[in-house]
């Protein structure tokens, strides 16, 4: 069943390579996937529609809104692609308007709550990509830093996570608290 988030945005006026117009179908058919390949078909129809070359278009806004719309029904095949198009909107090149950033993150902390089951209950790769939602999530939205933090440092400890999962959110964590502590890291636009 398609959601109702779709007939809140008027793509034909949204900016995207190839047309914004065909995205809803497109992550219609990805959130309802039933195999891999259904599922990696329709992810392609999308990946270089919202983000070109490592840039969220202007119909990344809307998509991030359908995206954490789809997610709570989503065929269990197609969550990983999904959550993967969230991270790549999300973690876009800083040459994004700030405008529109915000308007991305405003709809990405819709999808929070979704996003610490998911570290929790997810598959390890759900985990590591939600645990970079969360972080990113917090790191716009201050409030939520405690509970982020929370998640993630339980992932370091969680033996039924892969050694690598578990690696990963203990760096990501030390990372990210140095940042919002002002730390500067190599890449930083700082």
């Known amino acids: 069943m398609r959601v109702w988030e779709f007939d809140r945005h008027d793509w034909s006026a949204l900016d995207a390579l190839g047309g914004a117009h065909r995205i809803p179908d497109a992550l219609d058919a990805l959130s309802s996937a039933t195999t891999a390949e259904a599922a990696l078909a329709a992810y392609r129809r999308i990946e270089n529609t919202v983000v070109v070359q490592g840039t969220p278009q202007e119909s990344s806004v809307a998509a991030a809104a359908c995206i954490v719309a789809l997610l709570p029904g989503c065929s269990a095949v197609s969550r990983e692609r999904l959550i993967d198009l969230l991270d790549e909107i999300a973690t876009g090149y800083d040459e994004t308007p700030e405008h529109q950033q915000r308007a991305i993150v405003a709809e990405i902390i819709k999808g929070f709550g979704l996003f610490l089951t998911l570290v929790q209950r997810g598959s390890d ?18 409030s939520l830093r405690p509970q982020a933090e929370y998640y993630v440092e339980r992932v370091s400890g969680d033996d039924s996570r892969s050694t690598d999962v578990r690696s990963f959110s203990a760096r990501r964590l030390k990372y990210e608290r140095e940042r919002w502590q002002g730390v500067p890291h190599e890449g930083d636009n700082e």
């Open 125 to 142: 790769i759900e985990c590591s990509m939600c645990m970079d939602l969360l972080l990113y999530c917090a790191q716009y939205e201050p």
